[in-house]
């Protein structure tokens, strides 16, 4: 049966998967070699060439989910989209990127373009003519975030998609936050896909990975610069990944459907002075949203209001973790200003809405009327301890 004509949990439980031949196992066998026979064979294997077995096999289903010909798995989200900016960028070419992005691709542009003597325009903003008046005759891509980190601003897809193909410029997306499960930026026409697979990918906290997923051809282009770069990802960590993966349309919708119900409920709080979340119809992009998601995602952030401390409210939840990453089945939050977005400078932060009050929410699976009380009573210890 072809791919494309499978329901989405059969392609998270079954594509990609490698048939225990020999002893019949109900999950795919890991292969840890770093060496394989190059004589008479099809494929000449080599983990820094993302060939391994279980590199293949697993780049399958996530090319499966995003609807693209190919993909490759690399070590970090980071290493994802360096080696994809490199792939298709050089000296003279020009980058037109969104100015709400995640800090470290905002780091890594600034940081390591001036370099290799690739230009780049942040936008002024996230509409289609914030990109339009970015565009350089040496524009060669155009790399938007959406839903972004931290803010939920939301991009549109086809505007952006169209924009690029009518002058002859690439697309790409970081599609991390909605993951394949609420948004297929593919099928609107956005050329490549790249997610920090350490995020829903993962799912548990416990593995660093990357991804990008494209046209065969694309992804060819992006596998001659990654193995001289040789950011490919160890076949355990592969192999942890596939198992993670099986149920990702579970674990995304549960927690997508989870956070809807947080948002609603912050968006009320007294004690919170503004939620970010494209699901409320408050929110300024809600039915764009509502027209290329699937689903809202699981990610949002909320203000508190001035007279509170966002450090130390942290500090006193119980149930719901301060931690560094996101898309865990566990509900983790944090201070972007101290963490993702440390690397911009103060002003940088106040430019794109970041401020010391807001907090990221990543929301679990767990019961919502734990979080709920697990907030509630962080609130009155620090309303009580002033």
């Known amino acids: 049966m072809s791919d494309k004509k499978l329901g989405l949990n059969t392609i998270c439980t079954h594509v990609g998967e490698i ?100 230009e780049y325009t942040f936008t002024n903003g996230y509409e289609l003519k914030d990109f339009k008046a970015a565009i350089q005759p040496n524009t060669k891509l155009i790399h938007i975030e959406t839903p972004s980190n931290p803010l ?45 697979a350490t995020k829903y990918f993962g799912g548990h906290s416990d593995i660093c990975a990357g991804a990008v997923a494209s046209s065969s051809e694309h992804i060819e282009r992006i596998w001659n610069v990654g193995k001289n770069l040789g950011g490919s990802l160890s076949d355990m960590t592969v192999w942890m990944l596939e198992r993670s993966m099986k149920t990702l349309g579970l674990r995304v919708k549960a927690q997508t459907k989870n956070a809807m119900k947080m948002a609603k409920w912050l968006d009320k709080h007294p004690k919170v002075s503004k939620v970010y979340y494209p699901g409320l119809k408050s929110h300024p992009d809600y039915k764009l949203a509502k027209s ?71 929301v679990g699976i767990e019961e919502t009327r734990d979080l709920k009380l697990d907030i509630e009573q962080a609130f009155e210890k620090i309303v009580n301890r002033k």
């Open 152 to 196: 939920m601003t939301i991009t549109d897809i086809t505007a952006i998609a169209k924009l690029g193909k009518s002058n002859n410029i690439l697309t790409s997306i970081d599609n991390t936050f909605a993951s394949p499960i609420n948004q297929s930026p593919i099928d609107f026409g956005i050329d490549m896909v790249m997610h920090s």
């Open 19 to 118: 048939k225990d031949e020999q002893f019949k196992g109900a999950v795919s066998p890991m292969y840890l070699s770093s060496s394989y026979e190059f004589l008479d064979v099809d494929v000449k294997r080599y983990p820094r060439y993302f060939n391994t077995p279980n590199q293949e096999f697993l780049s399958k289903k996530i090319a499966a989910l995003e609807h693209t010909e190919a993909a490759m798995i690399f070590g970090s989200g980071m290493a994802a989209i360096s080696t994809m900016f490199l792939a298709f960028l050089k000296q003279g070419d020009h980058l037109v990127v969104q100015n709400t992005l995640y800090g470290g691709t905002v780091n890594f542009i600034k940081e390591e373009f001036p370099k290799y003597g690739i």
């Open 292 to 362: 290329q998601m699937k689903g809202f995602g699981a990610m949002l952030s909320f203000e508190l209001t001035d007279d509170l401390d966002a450090y130390k409210f942290q500090k006193q939840l119980k149930l719901i973790k301060s931690s560094m990453s996101l898309a865990g089945i566990e509900s983790t939050v944090i201070s972007p200003h101290l963490t993702s977005h440390a690397l911009l400078t103060q002003e940088e932060r106040d430019k794109v809405g970041i401020s010391d009050q807001l907090i990221r929410f990543s």
